[in-house]
């Protein structure tokens, strides 16, 4: 019997759940449930619930986290950028990094599927192809063990890591609300963002869902079809007029900023024509806010890291062009844990090892 993992749950959702499914004992729900996503533990005896009461808990309900592989830190100004790869059930990995903002507080990368179908030319993570999608509580769980396994605390969490979060809308979208969930993890939308490559379809659902305070980023890195095709083949689906068409429609609020990453590429989308496009695509979305990321060369870099000047010039036309925008500052270089680095070589071997025996 396939059991319910609670922290894919909101504590409205299992105490509804616990009702049906359980003869006695589901008056603790509400207080399982935080404990479970509070503290990190799951032990109905502690609830003084009979033997029975407590058997059928742990017939019907589980909470289990994934092992924790290997962390790798990568110390910084504000404090150690950890990668955590994490071995899934089925002995797949997924990885996710806390990067540390300052004042003890962190942010949490997590990853929504392993591996990637969208192929981004600079990404570690699209050379190995999609291997699955993750499920709700394998996202939380990433939060999960980086508070309580690792005791740090977490305040923001992006979806950042591997994958493309609204390619898996079916588990990111209830992910995002146990995460919201007030009696549960209560992590506010302001501190929730998605980001995308420019998954149209998964936009449009996002906004049919209502999360008004949510952030939403997208990757545009080039803003001329041609190019941006090249670096990012999803672009051959959508073209730049279609998404430009689905933010403009995605006005969650009224001071709504959408995020604009940018990854700086010498030599490939790095000319003042590629800053002037990048303001005539932003032009009719309202406010936006441009992430500019100097590349982080990976196992098979596409170029080189942007010098220190370059990356000042072009924020210099961006600025030019009246755009706001600030760069985003690399940390975790060095254990492949910054961005387009998730999914590095020796996943991806293992990964392919384990395909290779399943075969
Ligand atoms: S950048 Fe994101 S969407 Fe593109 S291949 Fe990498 S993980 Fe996938």
Known sequence: MTKQPIHGLTNAQLVERA?????RGHGVARRIHRTVMLQGRFDPESFGLGPEACESWRAEFSFELPEIVRVQSDEGDHGATAKMVLRLQDGLEAESVCIPMGRDRYTLCVSSQVGCKM??????????????????????AQLLVARHRLGRPIRNIVFMGMGEALDNAKSVIPALRVLNDEAGLAIGQERLTICTVGHVEGIRLLRQEGLKRLNLSISLNAANDSLRSELMPVSRRTDLAELQQALVAYKPRRNFALGVNYCLLPGINDTEADARAVAEFCMPL???????????????????????AEVERFIGWLRAQRLPVRQRVTKGRSVMAACGQLGNPSVRKEHRALRTARA
């Open 286 to 308: 309202g406010r936006v806010l441009v992430n500019l990321i100097p590349y982080n060369p990976g196992s098979t870099p596409l170029t080189r890291a942007p010098h220190a």
């Open 119 to 140: 192929g981004c030319t600079f990404c570690e993570t699209g050379r190995m192809g999609l291997l699955r999608h993750l499920t709700t509580d394998e996202i939380i």
């Open 19 to 23: 009702r049906e499914l359980l003869p």
